[in-house]
């Protein structure tokens, strides 16, 4: 079993920065492929990016490509997403999502939330125009 609690999230402006943190429990968080998801209001929840167990491979959303960055550090069991020149469309809550170890996720499905096994609570981020 593995718990995900997201930090980090706030209002910012438009242009501005902001890094989110994923908190793993659990023993196996170096062996999971994690992801970042986020969901706006009355939209689905959609793929911001994805990292490799052992962090050597990152694939993005194209909304979010060259902007986001998103990074694991295995000794502290902790997930993280960059974020710099927000915009107003980067408004939703963001969830981080852990993928069983058991499991292998073909690399074209790592932006399919069903893949995934474990959720967090979510953390809000606003940008302002």
């Known amino acids: 079993q593995v718990q995900l609690v997201e930090s980090g999230g706030g209002l910012v402006q438009a242009g501005g920065s902001l890094r989110l943190s994923c908190a793993a429990s659990?023993?196996?968080?170096?062996?999971?492929?994690m992801g970042w998801f986020r969901q706006a209001p009355g939209k689905e929840r959609d793929f911001v990016a994805a990292v490799s167990a052992s962090g050597a491979y990152t694939y993005y959303a194209d909304s979010v490509k060259g902007r986001f960055t998103i990074s694991r550090d295995n000794a502290k069991n902790t997930l993280y997403l960059q974020m710099n020149s927000l915009k107003p469309d980067d408004t939703a809550v963001y969830y981080c999502a852990a993928v069983g170890v058991s499991r292998s996720v073909p690399r074209v499905e790592l932006s399919t939330p069903r893949r995934y096994d474990y959720w967090g609570q979510g953390t809000q981020v606003t940008v302002s125009s």
């Open positions: 659990g023993r196996s968080f170096s062996q999971n492929t």
